[in-house]
Nanobody, 125 residues
Framework: QVQLVESGGGLVQAGGSLRLSCAASGRTFSNYAMGWFRQAPGKEREFVSAITWSGGTTYYASSVQGRFTISRDNAKNTVYLQMNSLKPEDTAVYYC??????????????????WGQGTQVTVSS
């Protein structure tokens, strides 16, 4: 059974940092893009960041550009999201996503077909 499990969320003060991890099991995602999405209460799930299978190409939402960094370790079948300079508006449940098609990277929910359970990130002001 394929599973994506996020960890690393928590409560931090504005300006602080967190590193989220997503560990995949049951299948290797080495040839697929991986992404991070987030969803705040009452809001639609939105794109945060994505990375190609090789790590050579990354995408970021404009709201997190310059503050967040996505990376992956294919040997560990794990993707990370380093979040710096956190703001209260970053508060959301963060979801890890596995790409639907090999050699393709996207910013849309339908570009991914495996999802983690989410990890809560709360930034206080």
């Amino acid at each position: 059974q394929v599973q994506l499990v996020e960890s690393g969320g928590g409560l931090v003060q504005a300006g602080g940092s967190l590193r989220l991890s997503c560990a995949a099991s049951g299948r290797t995602f080495s040839n697929y893009a991986m992404g991070w999405f987030r969803q705040a209460p009452g809001k639609e799930r939105e794109f945060v960041s994505a990375i190609t299978w090789s790590g050579g190409t990354t995408y970021y939402a404009s709201s997190v550009q310059g503050r967040f960094t996505i990376s992956r370790d294919n040997a560990k079948n794990t993707v990370y999201l380093q979040m710096n300079s956190l703001k209260p508006e970053d508060t959301a449940v963060y979801y890890c996503a596995g790409g639907r098609a090999p050699l393709f990277i996207g910013r849309n929910l339908y570009d991914y077909n495996y999802w983690g359970q989410g990890t809560q990130v709360t930034v206080s002001s």
